[in-house]
């Protein structure tokens, strides 16, 4: 009996057909990071469990229940459920933090958390990030979020909110905490079991639960606005007027937490009710410790991370269209096999050109190769015989129009074909205008 394998639950093929997608929104996060100055970096894949445990949070659900982790030769790696830690331990590791601040970087990569699959919510997914380390002062925040904000509106995606919040500092948290905890305290019987633990360890991660009872109870909690210090409320208030300088609409939304403990005053949430409940298709915020609790010097940070899936969702669901321009330029029809070395070189002459030239490679007659060149959407079919292979000259003919034009198969061929080929794109391009 034949064994079908499937792909695991929440992970995602990506075909061929799908691919322009993916290139066309890659192609928008990286050029519009360019502009911001961030550049690429590529990290592992797996890391040391560790380094989730000690950035993301020993409370948070991405480390108590999502973590894919396995131990191998005696050391335990988990396979990374975000790109923050990963991309921080990369600068640290390679003195990126030593070099002219800010120090700016992006990503795209896939990450992997144990969740129950749905739409939006996958185990293996892919987020565009982007770090920024070295500034700690609010116009920072502004150009991060402003990048965030032109890449939303570059992808042509509408009806996104932006939420900012603060969460203050360690300083101003601490006097939160309390409060957090006599509030949570009263209620105690009704939390969750992971909940109760973090009552004692960190009351805020329990208003980012996502069990209907504690999320019921949490409504009314404490807000950590009442609560910030005068330099985090300062550096709210700069923030808000930055983006208000720069016509970025927000609103001020007290119960965004964030799902990871390295937060710290800033942070904020790109959502839209386009594609469903998962909505949030950006997330980020500041993280001033994060590199100090991962034993480097003291370096204010902030970043961001959008969900790939999510923005193609959004992008799906809201009719926006992906650029798809690779199409076949020739299709090269032997009669017979004797004439197939030459469509060969043919072909290679127009390939060393970036032409997507195809010749028969599966024996297909002469009537079966038309109908394929069709499927491809060839732009021009040549059909080779002797005749023409001997006489060095054939008829080229153009698919859309079905207009035919004598074309010599010397070596004047790549440049006639070239001339006639970007002559018959620019005509699409008046047709369109
Ligand atoms: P959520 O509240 O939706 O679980 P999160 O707070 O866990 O999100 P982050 O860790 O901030 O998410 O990740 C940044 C972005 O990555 C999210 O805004 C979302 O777009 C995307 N993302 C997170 N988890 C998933 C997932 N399981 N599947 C698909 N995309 C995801
Ligand atoms: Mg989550």
Same mark, same amino acid.
């Given at each position: 009996m034949a064994l079908t394998i499937k792909r695991p639950n929440g992970t995602e093929d990506v075909t061929p057909k799908n691919i322009h997608k993916w290139l066309t929104v890659e192609r928008i996060v990286k050029e519009t990071a360019s502009g911001y100055g961030f550049k690429e970096i590529r990290i592992p %894949?797996?890391?040391? %469990?560790e380094l989730f445990q000690r950035s993301v949070g020993e409370t948070t659900d991405v480390v108590q229940k999502e973590m894919y982790s396995v131990i191998a030769k005696e050391t335990k790696f988990t396979l990374r459920p975000e790109g923050t830690a990963g991309t921080i331990r990369c600068m640290m590791q390679n003195g990126l933090l030593n070099e002219a601040m800010p120090q700016k970087v992006f990503y795209v990569l896939s990450c992997f958390r144990h969740e129950r699959p749905q739409a939006g919510r996958l185990r293996e997914f892919h987020q565009f990030g982007v770090e920024m380390a070295g500034s700690a002062l609010p116009s920072a925040d502004a150009d991060v979020i402003s990048m965030a904000y032109d890449i939303i509106n570059n992808l042509g995606i509408s009806n996104v909110e932006l939420k900012i919040n603060s969460i203050g500092c360690p300083h101003c948290r601490a006097e939160y905490h309390k409060a957090l905890k006599a509030y949570f305290e009263n209620k105690k019987d009704e939390l969750c079991e992971t909940c109760l633990s973090r009552l004692e360890k960190n009351p805020m991660r329990i208003l980012d639960c996502k069990s209907p009872i504690c999320s019921d109870i949490a409504k009314d909690a404490p807000l950590i606005l009442d609560y910030l210090c005068d330099e985090c409320s300062d550096h709210f208030e700069k923030l808000k007027s930055y983006l208000d300088n720069l016509d970025i609409k927000y609103t001020v939304d007290p119960k965004i937490v964030r799902g990871l403990d390295y937060y710290t005053k800033t942070v904020f949430e790109f959502v839209t009710t /386009?594609? $469903?409940?998962? $909505? %949030? @298709?950006c997330g980020g915020g500041r993280y001033d410790g994060l590199i100090e609790q991962l034993g480097g010097q003291h370096t204010p940070a902030l970043g961001f991370a959008m969900g790939l899936e999510r923005l193609i969702l959004t992008m799906e669901n809201q009719g926006i269209s992906f650029e798809d321009n690779t199409g076949c330029s020739l299709y090269i029809a032997p009669m /017979?096999?004797? @004439?197939i070395p030459f469509a060969m070189k043919l072909a290679k002459s127009l390939r060393d050109e970036g032409f997507w030239v195809e010749y028969d %490679? @599966? $024996?297909?007659g002469l009537k079966a190769q038309m109908k394929y060149s069709d499927k491809l959407g060839a732009a021009f079919t040549i059909v080779l015989g002797d005749n023409e292979v001997n006489s060095k000259t054939a008829k080229l003919k153009n698919m859309k129009t079905g207009e035919q034009l004598d074309i010599k198969l010397d070596d004047t061929f790549v440049q006639n074909f070239s001339n006639i080929a970007i002559s018959d794109m620019f005509d699409d391009v008046i047709d369109n205008i």
């Open positions: %894949t797996f890391e040391n %469990t /386009d594609i $469903g409940a998962q $909505g %949030t @298709v /017979d096999e004797t @004439v %490679t @599966v $024996g297909r």
